[in-house]
């Protein structure tokens, strides 16, 4: 555990050195966790010991976000003034999201699979 | 009463109550089946605000004793690289259509709420909060740090979005003839994150699997664009 945790720790200290060094405007963790991706690549697998740390890490990821939702709180009034048009402008935007990936993406892949069918044709 | 205040201070007591209230929010929502307005990120945040309210200790209080689980978080989104990294493979079968659908739709996530925040008359770091929503929470949140948003707010605008995007996917995949099941897997993963992951797995193995493809890439494409697209859109 203490090694798995180590590598971990290690990533996310490296994130943010390289965020200072090159002034990056990516938060560090994102730069951990491309980085420790990158070790994974270049070792052709995952060290089972890092495995087991982020396991564990990953488990009980939804309580981790708590202490900070609960700072709701301290947005009573902005909630109360303009909660409705923050709903609206998340489950629009959401809705839109959803429905044009999922046009894009099928796009694509019905058009690429015809051209395979017209490659098997041939 | 002079008993509790003390107690209010003691850095374990928000640990323990946080972690009650969390396990107790957990089994409610296994109790419902998932039901997703029951999300145990949303109880566990309204029962815990609930507590503050009651007993009238401020959110500085609560905040100094729970720190070391908010601590955990950095460590946590790191570890999504394995996850991410065993989600690669699936990646390399549809480069192409896969990596232009992931562009697009960070995009459009993004600007989606820059545009119907100002047609609202939301705040500039209402916005900022917003932007990222619908990545995963732990990447949201670091990247509404990093812009200058306030976490709290992302934080529950990401709950928000993963819940609508679960709900709404399959009737809007109906309508609009979305059938292909690997785009309506990355659609849900893309635009809802974890909470959409877990509704592509009742789809199908297949969607679920590239929900958590989409949901990966997500975070990292957003965190890449994000600063651009600010300061094109601000600049």
């Known amino acids: 555990m203490l090694y798995g945790l180590s590598v971990v720790f290690l990533?996310?200290?490296?994130?943010?050195?390289?965020?200072?060094?090159?002034?990056?405007?990516?938060?560090?963790?994102?730069?951990?966790?491309?980085?420790?991706?990158?070790?994974?690549?270049?070792r052709r697998g995952v060290e089972p010991r890092v495995a087991y740390a982020s396991e564990g890490l990953l488990r009980y990821l939804g309580i981790l976000f708590v202490p900070a939702g609960v700072g709701l709180i301290e947005l009573g009034d902005k909630l109360k003034s303009q909660g409705i048009?923050?709903?609206l402008t998340i489950l629009i935007s959401t809705m839109v999201t959803l429905l044009v990936t999922g046009v894009v993406l099928q796009f694509l892949l019905l058009r690429r699979k015809e051209k395979l069918n017209q490659r098997a044709a041939k | 009463m002079n008993e509790f205040l003390k107690l209010?201070?003691?850095?374990?007591?928000?640990?323990?109550?946080?972690?009650?209230?969390?396990?107790?929010?957990?089994?409610?929502?296994?109790?419902?089946?998932?039901?997703?307005?029951?999300?145990?990120?949303?109880?566990?945040?309204?029962?815990l605000i609930a507590i503050l309210k009651i007993t009238g200790v401020s959110y500085a209080t609560y905040f100094a004793g729970a720190k070391p689980i908010h601590l955990l978080l950095g460590p946590a989104t790191v570890a999504l690289a394995i996850p991410l990294y065993l989600n690669l493979a699936k990646m390399k079968q549809y480069f192409i259509p896969v990596s232009i659908a992931l562009l697009v739709g960070a995009s459009v996530g993004i600007v989606s709420v820059?545009?119907?925040?100002?047609?609202f008359g939301l705040s500039p770091m209402t916005i900022l909060s917003f932007a990222p929503k619908s990545c995963t929470t732990p990447i949201a949140m670091a990247l509404s740090q990093e812009h200058g948003g306030l976490p709290a707010l992302t934080a529950n605008a990401v709950i928000v979005a993963g819940i609508a995007g679960a709900a709404m996917a399959v009737p809007l995949f109906r309508l609009f003839r979305i059938q292909h099941e690997v785009a309506q897997g990355f659609a849900l993963g893309?635009?809802?994150?974890?909470?959409?992951?877990?509704?592509?797995?009742?789809?199908?193995?297949?969607?679920?699997?590239?929900?958590?493809?989409?949901?990966?890439?997500?975070?990292?494409?957003?965190?890449?664009?994000?600063?651009v697209l600010l300061a094109t859109w601000y600049g």
């Not at chain 1, 490296?14 to 730069?31: K, M």
């Not at chain 2, 928000?14 to 109880?43: C, Q």
């Not at chain 2, 820059?114 to 047609?119: A, S, V």
Request: hydrophobic residues 60%; contains cysteine.
């Open chain 1, 11 to 42: 990533a996310l200290v490296s994130g943010e050195f390289l965020r200072q060094l090159f002034q990056l405007p990516i938060p560090a963790v994102v730069i951990g966790m491309l980085l420790l991706t990158a070790w994974c690549i270049v």
């Open chain 1, 85 to 87: 048009a923050m709903l």
């Open chain 2, 8 to 47: 209010a201070q003691y850095p374990a007591t928000w640990i323990a109550v946080t972690g009650v209230v969390y396990l107790l929010a957990d089994k409610l929502y296994r109790l419902s089946r998932y039901f997703p307005l029951l999300n145990p990120v949303l109880v566990s945040v309204l029962l």
């Open chain 2, 114 to 119: 820059f545009i119907l925040g100002q047609w």
């Open chain 2, 190 to 227: 893309l635009a809802s994150h974890g909470v959409g992951t877990a509704r592509a797995f009742q789809i199908s193995d297949t969607a679920g699997a590239f929900a958590g493809l989409a949901m990966g890439f997500n975070g990292v494409v957003t965190a890449l664009i994000l600063p």
